[in-house]
């Protein structure tokens, strides 16, 4: 499983993005493809702000179709979200981003999916030294 971060979407929609190539191409050729619903939230929002009304459309029917998993935050997600956030402040590390890490933490996977370098490079999360940072 590869958790998406909200950039890889916004640059994979926009052909000004400097990554625009290598996130679309991650969007299309990896099977296994999950994302955090506060970034589904974030995204969509971010989306639509940018890019319109249709842009949002079509990405909530990509993230709803069979080549996504949702993953929902547990109890104790929201906990660890907390608790990076107040451990990161320096970062001004959000909710969306601690919740990314809690739940490659509770699910166990090393590799994300950002092109936010700053954070994720940072965070030392409790399962392993450092994330693997893909495109």
């Given at each position: 499983?590869?958790?998406?971060?909200?950039?890889?979407?916004?640059?994979?929609?926009?052909?000004?993005?400097?990554?625009?190539?290598?996130?679309?191409?991650?969007?299309?050729?990896?099977?296994?493809?999950?994302?955090?619903?506060?970034?589904?939230?974030?995204?969509?929002?971010?989306?639509?702000?940018?890019?319109?009304?249709?842009?949002?459309?079509?990405?909530?029917?990509?993230?709803?179709?069979?080549?996504?998993?949702?993953?929902?935050?547990?109890?104790?997600?929201?906990?660890?979200?907390?608790?990076?956030?107040?451990?990161?402040?320096?970062?001004?590390?959000?909710?969306?981003?601690?919740?990314?890490?809690?739940?490659?933490?509770r699910l166990g996977q090393s590799t994300l999916a950002t092109l936010n370098h700053?954070?994720?490079?940072?965070?030392?999360?409790?399962?392993?030294?450092?994330?693997?940072?893909?495109?």
């Open positions: 499983m590869l958790l998406v971060d909200t950039g890889i979407f916004i640059a994979a929609g926009d052909r000004h993005e400097p990554h625009h190539q290598s996130c679309g191409h991650l969007l299309r050729s990896r099977t296994d493809l999950a994302i955090v619903a506060p970034v589904v939230a974030e995204t969509a929002w971010l989306v639509e702000d940018r890019l319109g009304p249709h842009a949002e459309a079509s990405f909530l029917r990509l993230v709803t179709s069979d080549r996504f998993d949702i993953v929902d935050l547990v109890p104790e997600d929201y906990d660890r979200c907390l608790e990076l956030i107040k451990t990161y402040d320096n970062l001004g590390l959000g909710f969306v981003d601690s919740s990314i890490i809690a739940v490659a933490e700053r954070d994720f490079t940072v965070v030392r999360p409790t399962h392993r030294d450092a994330f693997d940072l893909v495109p």
